[in-house]
């Protein structure tokens, strides 16, 4: 099993409250990402940068907008006091099983 790691690079705008708090959900917000190869620089995904859409139902899509490949899996949002939020999934990569976890920080 791989562990992808990513890191945020931008925010959606309303992302944050104006009291720079973390919001309860992430459903409707837009984020692009980019996957740091810091961590794992065998990491086949480092160096890509994303579009993630998160939705209601709790899933998620999104486009490497590298290459223009697109996913759809299932994701969990939990926030951690007013300034952490962690959303973690898990999803097929090729044929192997990947768990990912984002941290968000408000800064």
């Known amino acids: 099993m791989k562990k992808i790691s990513f890191s945020i690079i931008v ?14 959900t992430v459903e409707g917000k837009d984020f692009v990402m980019a996957v740091s190869n810091l961590y794992s620089p065998n990491n086949p995904m480092a160096g890509n940068v994303y579009k993630m859409e998160f939705h209601s139902d709790g899933t998620y899509n999104y486009r490497i ?43």
């Open 11 to 24: 925010f959606s705008t309303s992302v944050a409250h104006a009291a720079c708090q973390l919001p309860n």
């Open 65 to 107: 907008l590298n290459n223009g490949n697109y996913y759809s899996e299932r994701y969990k949002y939990q926030r951690v006091g007013s300034s952490i939020g962690i959303i973690s999934s898990e999803e097929m990569f090729g044929s192997t099983h990947a768990k990912w976890r984002c941290c968000i920080n408000r800064i």
